[in-house]
C-alpha cells in the first residue's frame, strides 16, 4: 500500500513514528526514547549540513529514512513537541475545539531537510483554574473517530497527569487533570511511604480494591493529604503486608481521582485510552466505584493524527478502488 | 534554683534537652542534630566504658554533663526515641489517653551510666484506618494543662506530618494526621510544579490567600490530586509568578487540609503548636476558612514532658516556699 502521511507521537520521554497508509491504516511503525527532555545530542550530517540540533537529529532519526524515499509524505506531530520547550510553540488553542478547527488550527515548522512538519496545537480550557494539554487532545479526536457524533462522552486518559476530557457532539467542551501518576511515583520514590513498600511480581488486587474503597469511604471525605498516612499505618498494625502497599497506595489515589468526576460521569458512556495494564486499574477502580459504562479505546494516536491530517487537508480520505 | 528533671525532646531529625526546675521551669535547654536518623558514630567512652552505641552516645551528648554533677536526676524522654527504629520500643497506647494513664505507661530503658530513661509511649487509634503519634500526645498534654478541664479542644500540630487531635475532658479522644508537609516538600523538589518555582525572601501572602481559597472553593471539590495542576497552569498563563508558586502551592495544600477537619471544628476552640511561622500560615489560612477561636500554645513539649513525669511520680510538684 501506498504512504499517505507520516505522524509522529512526540512527547516529553518518547517518539512514536507511524507511516500511515490509506485510510490511514499503520504501514509501520518506531519508537525511540528521544521525547524531548531526552534529545539526542551526537552532531550528525543531515541533508549535507553538520547538525547538532537535538530536534533535528531525533526527527531525522525517527523518519529520515522514511523521507529519502518518499520526500513529498506530509508530516503532523502531536504532544509536547509544540511546547515552549519543545521545536516550535504551537499556541494552545480555547476549548471548544474539535477536530475542523484544530486541524485548521496546525502550526509549521521546517526542518533542515525542508520538509513542513505539521504541529498540532495543545488545548487550553480558560477560567479561574485554567487546564492544558498537548497530546491528550489528539487521542481523544482518535477515539471519537467511528462514533455517532451526537450525545456526551467522558474520555479518561490516565497518566502521570490523568486528563478527564468531556465531549459534546464530537467536541471538546471542558477537561480536569489530576496529577495522580506523577504523585504517585515521588510517594513511592521520596516519601515515607515508599520506604516500607516492598516490590512485588503479580498485582494485588485485594490491597488495590481495599485503598479504592477507602478513597470513596467516609474516611476518604477528608482528602488524600489524610488517607495517604494509613498507607503506613496499616503496614505498621500488620495489616498491609510490604508487598501490597503499593497497590493499596495505588488504588487509594485512583479512588481519590476518581472521587473528582462529576456525579452525572456514572449515567456517561466512559472510554478509556491508555497503557493497557494502567487502563485495566483505572476500569477496576470504576466498576467498584459503581461507573457503569466503561470501554477501551486503542491506537487513539494516530487514528487522532489521521483524522486532523484530514482535516487540515495534508491527505486525502481513502476512496474505493 | 534546683534541678527536678531532665526532659528529651527526642524526634527523627532533631534532640532537644531541658534541664527543668521546681514547677517545670526551664533552667537550661539544648538543641543537638542528633535525631533517631542523625546519630552519631565516633566512639567514646561513657561511663569507663567504651562506646560506639549512637543513643548512648547523643544521650551522653545531650546530657552527660548534667547527670554527672546531678545523677539522681530523673530522666524522661518524648518522641520517636521509642519507636521500633528508636532507642527502646514503647509500645502504643489506646485513645483514649490522659496525662495520668500515659503517664503510668512510661517504658524505661537504662542507659550505660545506669540512669533509668523512662519514654512516653505513642498514642494509637485502632479503627478501619488506624492512626499514629510520637510525640505529639506530650506537647498535646502540654498545651492542656493550665487550661480548665471540662469541654472541647481541637489541638492542630502543623509539621511534615500535621496532627489534629480532638480532646474531651482532658483525654484525647480521635486524632487524624495529613501528610501535607512531606507532600510539600517532595513535590517542590521533585515535581513538575518545583521546576517552575522560585525561592523567594518574603512571604506571598496574596498568593499564598489564593491558594487557600481555591482549597475551598467549587474546584477544590475535586481534590488536591486536580488542584494541584493549577499551580502549573497558572504559572504557564502568567496569573502566579514563578516567585509566589511556592506560597500558592503551600496555600492551596493547607487549604486542603482544613476542608478536611469536621465541619463542628469551626466552633470549637482551636490551639496551635508549633513552629512559629508555619503556625502563623495555619493561623492565618484558619481565619479565611472561618474558623473562629484559634490560638498558639509555646513550649508545649517541656510542659508535656513535666507534667508526665508528675503524673509517673518522677518527680514533685512545686510547694510553696
Redesign the interface.
Known amino acids: 500500500m501506498q504512504a499517505q502521511l507520516i505522524a509522529l507521537d512526540w512527547g516529553t520521554s518518547s517518539l512514536r513514528a507511524y507511516k500511515l497508509g490509506p485510510a490511514g491504516v499503520v504501514l509501520e511503525q518506531r519508537s525511540l526514547a528521544s521525547g524531548i527532555m531526552h534529545l539526542p545530542s551526537e552532531p550528525r550530517d543531515i541533508a549535507g549540513v553538520r547538525c547538532s540540533d537535538g530536534f533535528e537529529l531525533a526527527f531525522d532519526a525517527a523518519c529520515g529514512d522514511w523521507l529519502d524515499a518518499e520526500p513529498h509524505l506530509p508530516v503532523i506531530a502531536c504532544g509536547m513537541v509544540g511546547s515552549a520547550q519543545g521545536w516550535s510553540e504551537a499556541a494552545y488553542r480555547n476549548t471548544p475545539v474539535d477536530v475542523v478547527s484544530l486541524g485548521k488550527a496546525l502550526h509549521t515548522v521546517r526542518s533542515l531537510r525542508g520538509v513542513a512538519v505539521h504541529i498540532v496545537p495543545g488545548v487550553?480550557e480558560?477560567g479561574?483554574?485554567?487546564?492544558?494539554m498537548r497530546g491528550e487532545e489528539t487521542q481523544v479526536l482518535g477515539v471519537l473517530h467511528n462514533r455517532p457524533a451526537g450525545g456526551e462522552v467522558l474520555i479518561g486518559l490516565p497518566g502521570s497527569?490523568s486528563k478527564w476530557v468531556e465531549v459534546v457532539g464530537g467536541c471538546i467542551t471542558h477537561f480536569?487533570?489530576?496529577?495522580?501518576g506523577?504523585?504517585f511515583a515521588?510517594?513511592s520514590?521520596?516519601?515515607?511511604l515508599g520506604r516500607t513498600q516492598q516490590p512485588c511480581e503479580h498485582f494485588q488486587a485485594e490491597a488495590f480494591d481495599r485503598g479504592v474503597q477507602?478513597a470513596r469511604?467516609q474516611?476518604g471525605?477528608?482528602?488524600?493529604?489524610?488517607?495517604?498516612?494509613?498507607a503506613r499505618?496499616?503496614g505498621?498494625?500488620a495489616?498491609l503486608a510490604p508487598d501490597q502497599q503499593a497497590d493499596y497506595l495505588s488504588g487509594l489515589?485512583i479512588g481519590?481521582?476518581l472521587?473528582?468526576l462529576p456525579e452525572r460521569a456514572r449515567h456517561t458512556p466512559i472510554i478509556l485510552v491508555g497503557a493497557g495494564p494502567l487502563c485495566a486499574r483505572y476500569q477496576r477502580a470504576l466498576a467498584l466505584c459503581g461507573f457503569a459504562h466503561v470501554s477501551l479505546a486503542e491506537e487513539a494516536t494516530e487514528r487522532g493524527l489521521w483524522q486532523l491530517a484530514l482535516a487540515a487537508g495534508l491527505t486525502q480520505p481513502a476512496t474505493e478502488a
Chains 1, 2 share one sequence.
Open positions: 487550553i480558560q479561574r483554574l485554567p487546564n492544558v497527569h480536569d487533570t489530576f496529577m495522580t506523577e504523585v515521588i510517594l520514590k521520596h516519601s515515607i477507602v469511604s474516611d471525605q477528608r482528602g488524600v493529604l489524610s488517607t495517604l498516612f494509613s499505618t496499616l505498621l498494625t495489616e489515589m481519590h481521582e472521587a473528582g
